[in-house]
């Protein structure tokens, strides 16, 4: 009887992961028939456009003149075995994923530069920015005040032969406050 059991919450879980399976892909293709992008790696001739909140599909221009030559390729070789040896010899069927990835990195790499170079927080300026703090931090419960600074303090040090406090930020709260607090630092 405990076999029989089993084997029906078998069916019932593999019928459900099969019903999920479905909507799941009904709803990719339902989204790329009203032209919004799925995700993933776009394919060859088209970039995504993210300037909007449904990303979409635009042609790129210059990958679009080389979608045409594989097809030009095509028409003249009649096959696409040979197709597949002349563009892994030129390389055009990769360019796109190379460009993207490497724009991607750059683009990581600028914003981590921003961050490390922009300047240090004087004491006035931090003191200024948070001009009425007590009165928000005191309106605050203990947990929200705990939760707050979990969030922004990295580490506290205490040296007991000089009794000094140190205490170090988490550096994307650092970079935050420096854009938010000195301006022009974006622009720098």
Request: charged share 25%; hydrophobic share 40%; no cysteine.
């Amino acid at each position: 009887m405990g076999r029989l059991t089993l084997n029906i919450l078998l069916s019932f879980a593999q019928f459900e992961r099969e019903i999920i399976g479905e909507r799941i892909r009904d709803k990719i293709a339902a989204q790329r028939r009203k032209g919004k992008w799925a995700g993933g790696h776009p394919v060859l001739g088209y970039d995504v456009d993210r300037s909007t909140p449904n990303s979409k599909l635009v042609i790129n221009a210059k990958e679009a003149i080389q979608v045409r030559e594989m097809f030009d390729f095509y028409l003249k070789l009649e096959s696409l075995s040979p197709v597949i040896e002349v563009l892994s010899l030129s390389r055009l069927a990769d360019l796109h994923y190379r460009t993207a990835k490497a724009e991607g990195e750059i683009h990581l790499l600028r914003s981590r530069m921003k961050d490390l170079e922009s300047p240090r927080l004087a004491e006035a300026e931090v003191r200024t920015a948070f001009g009425d703090f007590e009165s928000m931090w005191s309106a605050l419960t203990m947990r929200e005040q705990v939760k707050i600074v979990k969030v922004l303090v990295q580490r506290v040090e205490y040296d007991p032969s000089d009794t000094s406090v140190s205490v170090s930020f988490h550096p994307a709260v650092t970079g935050s406050l420096n854009r938010q607090l000195i301006p022009n630092s974006s622009t720098q």
